[in-house]
């Protein structure tokens, strides 16, 4: 299995934090649209639930689906995004995937709690990699995948990290293989942490995003 240290993703961001004044202890103080670090260490920080129950445990952000709820658990930053990149260490334990949405419209879901439109960029339970857009009538396009990446520990802990511009899209997990879309139609929404799956339970104890203007 492949473990990431807890902390190393929160200690690799200090020097990009620290040029916007932004630290781990006054992070939910940061400005709206700018870098921030969440370690849920008593709250949920920036991100505002948007389906499904999302509470912090041991500091983690936890979501759980029972066993005939297969709707996308989601929750969202408070304020909407540009370009951005997202660093983040979770773990999806049971059925489904995990995904982290760019661009999104989380006013807008569909009965199953997608939202439109929005990129959404992830991984399966089964160590499977894939982007795919929602389109503002729900409807999917997958722009990758899915594909097998031998870097994801499915059921263990993953560091992923996100870039979303406009015209390109990118999800790598562990260090392991940059896989890149280049959608030009969406460019500006808010980023959601998702979980999906029956009797499946994801979990997130850190999180950082910095805004690129």
Do not use: C
Request: proline letters at 2%; glycine letters at 14%.
């Amino acid at each position: 299995m492949i473990e990431v240290n807890r902390r190393q993703l929160l200690l690799g961001g200090v020097a990009s934090v620290a040029a916007s004044g932004v630290v781990a202890s006054d992070a939910v103080a940061a400005r709206a649209g700018e870098t921030f670090i969440d370690t849920f260490a008593a709250n949920q920080g920036h991100w505002v639930d948007t389906v499904g129950a999302w509470g912090v445990r041991a500091g983690r952000l936890v979501s759980a689906s029972s066993a005939t709820d297969a709707t996308l658990h989601s929750v969202r930053t408070r304020e909407r995004y540009g370009r951005f990149t997202l660093a983040a260490r979770v773990r999806h334990v049971g059925r489904g995937s995990t995904s982290f949405i760019a661009f999104g419209n989380p006013a807008h879901r569909s009965g199953t709690g997608e939202w439109g439109p929005s990129y959404r960029l992830g991984y399966t339970r089964t160590g499977m990699v894939y982007v795919v857009k929602i389109g503002a009538d729900h409807h999917r396009t997958l722009l990758l995948g899915p594909v097998a990446d031998a870097a994801v520990d499915p059921g263990g802990w993953n560091e992923v990290k996100i870039v979303a511009v406009v015209g390109y899209q990118s999800i790598q997990i562990n260090g392991g293989t940059f896989h890149v879309t280049t959608d030009s139609q969406l460019s500006r929404g808010y980023i959601g942490m998702t979980g999906q799956g029956r009797r499946s339970v994801t979990m997130v104890d850190q999180v950082r995003v910095d805004h690129l203007g």
